[in-house]
């Protein structure tokens, strides 16, 4: 049995006609799902009762609950999304002028371990299905018009690679929810063997790599993949990618006071990522979380010196504000929640 949401929308003709379906019904088919935007089968009252029925058996649409939305004071919204077996993710909205983005998770939990992040405190559960990505941009749409998403919520997305890539590229089909290839951003912590196939993919989606080290020694403290795909790996992936894609990778970077905040630190990530073409950094502030009460976020006066640094290096960078502080819903507060726990 298929889900709906994880048929792209080339398939649907052949997969009708090989039981028996009219394949005209397949153009019906994504007008409901991807312009009327149904949640339910019973919605699409365009298509024949009895038609409807068989694609409930069939090809039975995902069935997800928005159990909790936690709203910011900069108008950031989380929201916990119940999932057919139990578990739960967490997505996030970011109104901005002209812009209403979507951090989408891919795992329930995450089992990378990066000592700042929330979300693999208690490790991974499970990987999401294509179809259960595609429904968290469902109920994300339910509230706006998406305009840009970024993969950057719970779970690794080259740790679930092909259902993370089913979903992108449903949602970016044209006759699906045609969003732009270059309004949808993947971020890896440095899963190596990833950026490969993407690379084959041919696909114009945006790269940003979570680095937050500059060096080996502070890197394998920070991130464990570290220790699996070292800096000078990583950044030859890196390199090679921008090569064979002639696209721009953003390297994350998140400040932690008295962890890696130095002027040392500044200038050594400016000549590491001078090794990668096309290469610019964000420098985001340390957003707390509960589990590392030892974390500080920075001062203003120490991101303005990293962002100096860098610039001064000629390394693109910008300093990015966190959004939905308050709320949990800032980049590493996301966490790992059981419905009802």
């Known amino acids: 049995m298929k ?36 949640t339910d089968w019973d919605q699409a009252t365009t298509l024949p009762k009895d038609f409807r029925e068989q694609l409930k058996t069939e ?6 609950k928005t159990l909790e939305v936690s709203k910011s004071s900069d108008g950031t919204q989380k929201l916990l999304i119940g999932l057919e077996d139990g578990e739960s993710v967490e997505t996030v909205l970011i109104p901005a002028t002209g812009r209403f983005t979507q951090c989408i998770s891919t795992q329930v939990g995450c089992g990378m371990g990066c000592a700042f992040c929330a979300s693999g405190a208690r490790g991974v559960v499970r990987s999401l299905t294509a179809d259960e990505i595609v429904a968290e941009y469902m109920a994300g749409r339910a509230l706006g018009e998406i305009t840009n998403i970024v993969v950057m919520g719970m779970g690794e997305p080259f740790a679930n690679y092909d259902e993370t890539m089913r979903a992108l590229k449903l949602i970016n089909a044209g006759r699906g929810p045609n969003l732009g290839a270059r309004h949808i951003t993947l971020s890896t912590c440095g899963v190596v063997p990833g950026f490969a196939k993407l690379a084959a993919e041919g696909i114009q989606f945006e790269l940003s790599v979570s680095l937050h080290a500059p060096n080996d020694a502070l890197r394998n403290e920070l991130m464990p993949v570290n220790k699996k795909w070292p800096i000078d790996e990583l950044l030859a992936a890196c390199a090679a990618y921008t090569k064979a894609t002639k696209r721009i990778i953003t390297f994350e970077y998140t400040v932690i006071k008295g962890i890696n905040d130095s002027r040392e630190c500044a200038e050594e990530l400016a000549r590491q990522v001078k090794r990668v073409p096309m290469a610019k950094v964000n420098l985001i502030p340390l957003s707390p979380v509960s589990h590392r009460p030892d974390f500080k976020t920075p001062d203003e006066r120490t991101m303005l010196m990293f962002l100096d640094v860098l610039m001064k290096n000629h390394v693109q960078t910008m300093l990015r504000r966190s959004r939905g502080k308050d709320a949990d819903a800032a980049c590493g507060q996301l966490r790992l929640r059981r419905i009802g726990g």
């Open 3 to 38: 889900k709906a949401w994880s048929i792209l929308p080339d398939e649907w003709k052949p997969i009708l006609k090989e039981r028996g379906m009219r394949a005209f019904r397949a153009d019906q088919i994504l007008q409901a799902l991807y312009r009327d935007y149904i």
């Open 59 to 64: 090809f039975p649409i995902t069935k997800t």
